[in-house]
């Protein structure tokens, strides 16, 4: 398939372009600063700006979301708006904008996290944002089907343990490469409205 | 208790004001055009000058939240932003803004929707913002204690089903006075973190 990978430089989102490209798929990349086409998503505009650049594709993979982390006596206002834009409305406007654009039976996968269910202290902003795509894509999937929308929501990746582990106490982590298959799952399957916990 | 009881002149407002003044409770009626105090709380600010207004309160209670219903091919960015402002931001701010505010040991109880769980059509954008106050209440919840947050999270209304019972085909409607008592048991309760069902 020719597949859309947003924030393919991350450290999820390498693990997923291996992964797809690995299984023969033709991967387009895009980051802010790295990849076949540089666009920040955050803004509405630029959504329609790549869909425009890219061309026809069969799937669009999101490994990109920015939410601050900080406790809430510290979160202002304007940091829970720039995590409902760095990682809700962008993706919402993947989907929104991408139904008319990507193929007649193209999915989206997008990705969340485990905070969407389990509190950590600094989380509150990126739970909001999680559990706010997770309830979009269970109610867009039965608006346009038959392309289809699934969400990723993993917890804390083994390779992240050394820097953000802390934050997960005894909390079990999960390898990249296990998280990936979770995008093959949604990429090449057949469900729709589903949020994968890898 | 001492309770402000924002979107108190709505139809879940009203079944709420009712039943916590038959409880005792003395509670002050917050709205955008009606009530003791008049607040639009989309706007923090407003929040802000609310609890200036309100003084000293034991719990904070929301039956409100604004949020753009239509198929999603329909919606815009700015309908998923006024969605954001309407419901989650508001409610987010509540509690922000009140955990200094209210009572050394009080509470917050937001208000949220079966759109969270099941979808329907024309209902992603609500979907999104009662998937955001969820999550959020549930990470905000351990940074706050012993202060309390939980949502309410109803299907549609007994009373509202003439009006609106053809989008919730199939699922059984509860009734105005049952889902009060979710409020009661959030306000008068010991848990935190929660999302009851009523």
Tied chains: 1, 2.
Excluded: C, W
């Excluded at 989102?13 to 690995?22: E, P, Q």
């Excluded at 594709?57 to 939410?67: E, K, R």
Aim: negative net charge; glycine residues 10%.
């Amino acid at each position: 398939m020719k597949i859309l990978l947003i924030g393919a430089s991350g450290t999820l989102g390498t693990a997923v372009h291996r992964t797809l490209t690995g299984r023969g798929h033709e991967v387009r990349t895009v980051g802010r600063r790295a990849g076949d086409l540089r666009y920040d998503i955050a803004e509405p505009s630029r959504v329609a700006e790549l869909y425009d650049a890219a061309g026809p594709v069969d799937a669009v993979v999101s490994a990109a979301g920015d939410v601050p982390f900080k406790p809430l006596a510290e979160l202002t206002a304007d940091d829970f708006r720039a995590g409902f834009h760095g990682k809700v409305l962008s993706q919402v406007e993947l989907v929104r904008q991408g139904v008319s654009r990507i193929a007649e039976r193209g999915s989206f996968t997008l990705i969340t996290g485990v905070l969407a269910r389990e509190p950590i202290v600094t989380g509150s902003a990126a739970a909001m944002a999680n559990g706010a795509v997770e309830s979009f894509v269970r109610a867009a999937a039965v608006e346009i089907a038959p392309q289809r929308v699934n969400a990723v929501s993993p917890t804390v990746f083994t390779e992240s343990v050394p820097d953000y582990g802390d934050f997960f106490p005894g909390m079990p982590p999960v390898d990249l490469a296990v998280v990936a298959q979770a995008f093959v799952r949604s990429v090449e399957g057949a469900q729709t409205g589903q949020v994968f916990i890898p």
